[in-house]
């Protein structure tokens, strides 16, 4: 271990007190042996399966961050143009790269087709039909896969639910035949299989498993008709613990490969694609600001810290929870509870109603723990506010 780590060399974020102490806030700091063990255990337990993982890029698209998971041979999951532009720079390899979105514009995918793009993700016939089309203009043929939207409820929050009947997202799987054999008779369309991605944050196993009954069953239906499919996409939403993120440092990736791996009917050479994004990114990420004011109104304690909701927008618009820890209050402080607030001008820039927290003075480092996915990628300079420096664990 670093031997310029002090007395928080036993937490994460393992920040050596130098960089903590002389670099601007707000800042993200990524410890890249974090983010480095969770590639291999992603790694060891895919190992023998016939899948490919795929990283999708909005969780967090900071250049050093994507280089390193492309090194580690994943493919990656992109939402836009200049998704496909990032990921190509950082070196994924086009032939892995899968493209989803509902409203892909004609640059977009005209750009997916000239880099070869290995699938794009389609959601309804009108895009099809153009994709067919440009394809055509090209003289190319489009690898695709239809997304299917399976109705199954991923217990999350309503936000991030993406595959029940009243989304945006996909097809149903009533209306899924007749688009599947229009697909199939497409001249410059190339039907690889089905996509599915049911929602973000699930942290139980039971909608995977769902979704894999489904999976079956359909399969089981389409090859009554003859239709076979070289690929499923089952996409990604594996949850982390926002709760306790030191005690679950690593997500629970064998409970969920291994839930595919019992569940899923793969058929013979079918490839299985995965698509994972917080679970790759989120843990290893911290939001490093400074505490600007501490202030008391009617018996309420306000932490006020020189990070907003425009560096890390998830508690102002999920209310999600993210734990904070003061990285240099004195260990013998009492605890004391507060509510931890940005300076934006929104009653819902707030990272932390009634939070305990050791006794905090103007001045202190606060980490925003489990702050890797959706943080960065989120950022906006609303406020006029500077975007969130990143700095990361070793030299790159
Ligand atoms: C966002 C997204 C993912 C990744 O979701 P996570 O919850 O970060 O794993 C995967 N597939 C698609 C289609 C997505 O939109």
Not at 28 to 55: F, P, S, W
Not at 114 to 140: H, R, T
Not at 146 to 165: C, E, F, S, W
Not at 362 to 376: F, I, K, P, Q, W
Request: contains cysteine; aromatic residues 8%.
């Amino acid at each position: 271990m670093d031997e310029k780590l002090m007395d928080n060399s036993m937490n994460h974020p393992r920040i050596p007190m130098d960089i903590l102490l002389q670099s601007r806030t707000p800042f993200y700091y990524y410890d890249m042996e974090v983010l480095h063990q969770t590639l291999e255990e992603i790694k060891r337990h895919t190992a023998g399966m016939n899948c490919v993982v795929h990283y999708a890029l909005k969780a967090n698209g900071n250049f050093n961050i994507i280089s390193e998971i492309a090194k580690y041979g994943l493919g990656a999951d992109l939402v836009s143009g200049n998704e496909i532009k990032a990921a190509i720079e950082a070196g994924f390899p086009a032939h892995e790269m899968a493209f989803s979105g509902v409203g892909k514009t004609d640059w977009e995918i005209k750009l997916g087709l000239e880099k070869g793009i290995g699938c794009f993700n389609v959601e309804s016939i009108p895009e099809l039909d153009i994709i067919n089309q440009l394809a055509s203009e090209m003289g190319k043929t489009a690898p695709i896969a239809i997304r299917v939207n399976p109705d199954i409820d991923a217990h999350t929050h309503k936000y991030i639910t993406t595959g029940t009947a009243e989304n945006k997202f996909g097809i149903g799987i009533k209306a899924l035949l007749p688009v599947v054999r229009h697909a199939l008779e497409l001249p410059h369309i190339h039907l690889r299989g089905l996509h599915f991605h049911i929602g973000s944050q699930i942290t139980q196993m039971q909608p995977y498993v769902m979704l894999c009954q489904t999976i079956n069953a359909l399969q089981d239906h389409y090859e009554q008709q003859g239709i076979r499919f070289e690929m499923i996409n089952v996409g990604g939403g594996l949850g982390i613990d926002y709760n306790d993120p030191d005690t679950h440092l690593i997500p629970d990736f064998k409970s969920y490969f291994s839930t595919f791996k019992q569940h899923l009917n793969v058929r013979p050479n079918q490839l299985i694609h995965f698509e994972l994004g917080r679970t790759i990114v989120g843990q290893c990420g911290s939001l490093i600001t400074r505490v600007v004011f501490v202030k008391e109104n009617r018996n309420k304690k306000f932490i006020i810290v020189d990070a907003g909701m425009t560096d890390l927008i998830r508690p102002a618009l999920y209310g999600a929870y993210h734990k904070i820890e003061n990285l240099t209050a004195g260990q013998a402080e009492p605890m004391e509870v507060y509510d931890v607030v940005g300076p934006v001008c929104e009653s819902t820039d707030v990272f932390a109603h009634d939070r305990e927290l050791p006794l905090t003075k103007r001045g202190d480092l606060l980490a925003v723990r489990s702050a890797g996915a959706y943080g960065e990628s989120m950022a906006s300079t609303y406020n006029m506010r500077d975007l969130p420096g990143s700095i990361f664990s070793s030299p790159l």
